[in-house]
């Protein structure tokens, strides 16, 4: 619905803003073919948005909707998501919203490698597994690594974190959250949630 409610959107500000020719770039294979009439709306729920999506249509000269991998699409995902979080009565007047193109790539899975090559757990699982304190800690460390671990349990060499509804999210190092991160963002994972969901998962401070 999020996907559908972001094509409306898009459609009603095209027809404000007075465009006669529009090239509508979506990653949902079913929306694109539902809206051209090649594929059957099976779901009723989503009957009302595809004869409205049509109606509009009508408004203009020419309309074209083009499929493009998910991979490539990222922006529209994003604008997806926003669109679901905005209500649009016809009666109000929504903004278009303002897109800056940058020269240089964002780095969105960008994790920061440890300094000193040891995962930032380290000191969790090694007073787990031994009761041992790094050296030269002070007083305070070795009381807020104990503090600590009362939220961490080790399963082999595994380290675990527990949530407060007593589920366990695995301690993963830098090199395995980039791999983890990249493999989420290019949709390894399967289903296909909005952005906000997906940020929600895997933005845990190193947990998975």
Known sequence: MAEYEAC??????????????LLVIGDSDLLI?????????????????????????????KIEFRHTPRTQN????????????????????IDPVDIDVKEQPVHCSHVEA???GLPWY???????????????????????IRRMTLNFFASGEILYRRTPDLGLLRCVDAKEA???LEQKHAG??????????????????GYF
């Open 178 to 180: 980039t791999k983890l």
């Open 8 to 21: 409306i959107l898009g459609l009603k500000m095209a027809i404000d803003m007075n465009v006669h020719e």
């Open 122 to 144: 380290f000191d969790i699982k090694k007073y787990l597994e031994t009761g041992a304190y790094p050296e030269n800690a002070t007083f305070n460390q070795k009381k807020s």
């Open 188 to 205: 390894v994972c399967g289903t296909h949630m909005n952005g906000l969901t997906l940020a929600r998962k895997i933005l845990r401070a």
């Open 33 to 61: 073919h539902q809206v051209q009439g090649e594929w059957a709306v099976k779901n009723p729920k989503i009957t009302p948005y595809v004869q409205y999506i049509q109606k509009l249509c009508k408004r203009f000269r």
């Open 74 to 93: 990222e922006l529209a995902d994003a604008l997806a998501t926003i669109a679901s979080m905005i209500k649009h009565p016809d009666t109000s007047y």
């Open 114 to 116: 440890e300094p000193d």
